[in-house]
């Protein structure tokens, strides 16, 4: 089931939303799409709509913390995304470190750990030291996990598992036999996560309705939102709105419910 919200202008924000507070998904990851849409509708370049995106997840991290969400990955950066421009992909590498150096006091304050998944050691030096550090800085941190993927893509992961995997095998340590679903899981990047690695919900912004390699193995049975909202323009009602679509799904995992 696919299901896109209202397009801003038509968000009733005086709605009372029916969100159970109980039943909070543990782990909500998004599709963060149409920064450079925002950007272009407003006449601005691009990376402005890059900017205001990340001022978003402060925001967004913000609110999911407070509702109790576990765990929130955000898809900051694809394997794909080095073909985009020259200067985007600069601008785009030079966040992570605007980003930490302003928001890491908050995620203190508010108990919130970082995690990152995806290929940190190909990014720019200046890059993977700001996330390295928001990691360490953050570590003994309880509360929610925000977990960006970065520089990550789903065939990637599961191509590096299994080369990983063929390798124990040949060199006589894993047996074929051996290879199972939850050894797969146990091998992803996102093991870490431990009994949250797979989303509950994957929401989409900007009107797109696929996938673009973000946690294949993962999402198998997750739910999925698509908003019509380019993300810049999240807020707390419509992120409150894909919660409520998510909680009206009824989660079956391949079988029956009573």
């Known amino acids: 089931m696919v299901s896109f919200w209202k397009k801003n202008n038509e968000i009733d924000e005086n709605n009372e939303l029916e969100l159970d507070l109980e039943h909070i998904p543990k782990h909500v990851a998004i599709i963060m799409d149409g920064n450079g849409r925002w950007a272009q509708q407003r006449h601005l370049p691009r990376i402005a709509g890059h900017k205001e995106g990340m001022n978003t997840v402060k925001k967004v991290t913000k609110i999911a913390s407070d509702l109790g969400v576990k765990v929130l990955t955000l898809y900051a950066f694809s394997t794909e995304n080095w073909k985009r421009p020259e200067t985007e992909v600069s601008y785009l590498m030079g966040l992570p470190i605007k980003f930490f150096d302003t928001f890491v006091p908050e995620l203190i304050e508010n108990n919130v750990r970082v995690e990152v998944i995806g290929y940190i050691d190909q990014l720019p030096t200046a890059t993977r030291a700001a996330v390295e550090n928001a990691m360490e800085q953050t570590k003994d941190n309880t509360g929610m996990i925000l977990n960006f993927a970065l520089n990550y893509g789903g065939r990637a992961e599961i191509t590096t598992v299994v080369q990983e995997i063929a390798s124990k095998v040949q060199e006589g340590t894993l047996q074929v036999a051996e290879i199972t ?69 009824n989660r079956r995992f391949g079988g029956l419910k009573k």
């Open 181 to 249: 679903t939850d050894l797969l899981s146990s091998s992803m990047m996102t093991a870490k996560l431990d009994q949250y690695q797979d989303p509950d919900v994957v929401i989409r912004t900007s009107g797109e309705i696929r996938i673009s390699n973000f946690l294949l193995w993962q999402v198998a049975y997750s739910e999925f939102v698509f908003l019509e909202t380019h993300w810049p323009d999240m807020n707390e009602i419509i992120f409150k709105q894909a919660l409520v679509e998510y909680q009206q799904r």
